[in-house]
């Protein structure tokens, strides 16, 4: 193992401090944001294939799921504002290279797939709404994606896109304007059920994989991470202990807060499928057209348009953020200049990634790719490769010489360990449905 100094903590950011009272931080946080990305295009079409194929049946997988995640999410965070470094920051520094190495290719694949499979739902349902081809909106979205995220900044970038993204709200709309049956819906959220068949442990796994996303930890300990480097107030923790109590707090409220909205959200669009499609018999989604049909009961004939800016709205906001975590992994563990306060001229590099992914994203869908399906089995690759890199960060959080005093506490750590062995036990369990036959 290898292991280097910490370089000095600070960096100018560039653009100017803004006022402690305005920051975007303090309304719309790292785990927020994190949370808004969860439910992207991959999350609505996994949702809703989960909610029209098994009815009521998996509503348990999202109380199961929201102390698991938030768990490693608060760790994510927490190994960003602790180090001032992002995980493949503390990988390089504190692990072989071959382990650096094998977590960011793991990464960087999932994290382009997911962008071709977030950029072609966009266009379709685009596409479906105007009645024009969807391959000019695919460019169009790829470019502005990129582009602004190069020549914007990331925070005023999403004070814009997290309007588009309260068309989710739709979905909890549409259940009090449909005939749910509320007694199946609870026993469905309290009663586990579990078919051990290959189709319902892909699902599982789906879902799973779509809510505890790769991408995301990533992300939350870049974002952490930068914020330090940019204000000139802040440290990190291991060498400011004092900053520690209130921080962690914030981390807490931050992540707890943005993973409650991202569940209550895609729960809500589970039951929304079951009440409306699976309760009709449409129970394998093949199309945007079919998934719109969800809201039909609230939308009427416009249930495509609100369908369609749903999948916009999370999608500008999710692709940025895909490609955005897979540039903070790979320029931290090449030691590159990055972040998204960076002018682009000071971290070429960094963005030329950036923009790389998402090209490379939307060629991906070229090959005539199901945008649905594709979306689907986006969130089975994510479960797969949650699992080691939930593995590296667990071990990474207990470790003095990376947390300093602020190794995590032994409730969070066994949440963390008990989120891990979730994502594994599904994955295996989806292997051996699939391998025998079931």
């Not at 974002?223 to 981390?251: C, F, M, T, W, Y």
Request: a neutral charge; aromatic letters at 8%.
């Amino acid at each position: 193992m290898s292991q280097k100094a910490d370089p000095p903590p600070k960096q100018n950011s560039r653009l100017p401090e803004a006022p402690p009272k305005t920051r975007l931080r303090d309304l719309l946080g790292p785990g927020l944001i994190a949370g808004a990305s969860d439910d992207d295009p991959s999350g609505i079409a996994t949702y809703s294939q989960a909610g029209a194929q098994f009815g009521y049946g998996l509503g348990w997988t999202m109380v199961f799921t929201y102390p698991l995640m938030s768990a490693v999410q608060m760790v994510s965070a927490r190994i960003g504002r602790t180090t001032g470094h992002g995980i493949a920051g503390n990988l390089r520094r504190y692990y072989p290279a071959w382990l650096t190495i094998s977590v960011v290719f793991l990464l960087l694949v999932a994290n382009t797939i997911n962008i071709g499979a977030d950029l072609g739902a966009m266009a379709d349902a685009t596409a479906l709404v105007t009645g024009l081809p969807a391959w000019p909106f695919l460019i169009a979205f790829t470019l502005f994606c990129a582009a602004s995220e190069v020549e914007m900044r990331y925070a005023s970038y999403v004070r814009v896109l997290k309007w588009l993204t309260l068309a989710l709200l739709a979905y909890v709309a549409t259940l009090f304007l449909v005939h749910v049956s509320w007694a199946k819906a609870l026993r469905g959220l309290i009663m586990p059920q579990v078919r051990l068949d290959a189709a319902a442990l892909t699902m599982i796994v789906a879902i799973f994989g779509t809510t505890i996303s790769p991408y995301l930890f990533f992300w939350q300990a870049s974002e952490e991470a930068e914020d330090v480097h940019n204000h000139h107030d802040r440290h990190p923790l291991r060498h400011a202990p004092a900053e520690g109590q209130s921080e962690l707090k914030r981390i807490e409220f931050d992540t707890l807060g943005g993973m409650a909205a991202s569940n209550l959200v895609a729960l809500a669009i589970i039951l929304t499928a079951a009440a409306t499609l699976n309760a009709n018999g449409l129970t394998n989604i093949e199309t945007s057209a079919q998934a719109a049909e969800a809201l039909k009961p609230v939308a009427g004939a416009s249930a495509s348009t609100v369908f369609a800016v749903g999948i916009i709205g999370t999608g500008l906001l999710a692709v940025p953020v895909l490609a955005g975590s897979a540039a903070y992994a790979v320029g931290e563990a090449l030691h590159w200049p990055v972040g998204l306060d960076r002018r682009p001229r000071r971290a070429k590099a960094f963005y030329g990634t950036i923009v790389a992914a998402a090209v490379i994203g939307a060629l991906m869908n070229f090959v005539h790719l199901n945008p649905i399906k594709a979306l689907f089995w986006t969130a089975v690759i994510n479960g797969v490769v949650a699992v080691p890199v939930m593995a590296v960060m667990m071990l990474m959080t207990t470790r003095q010489e990376i947390m300093g005093r602020f190794t995590i506490s032994p409730a969070l750590q066994a949440l963390g360990w008990g989120a891990t062995a979730a994502m594994a036990a599904a994955v295996l369990a989806m292997g051996w449905g699939i391998v025998s036959g079931g």
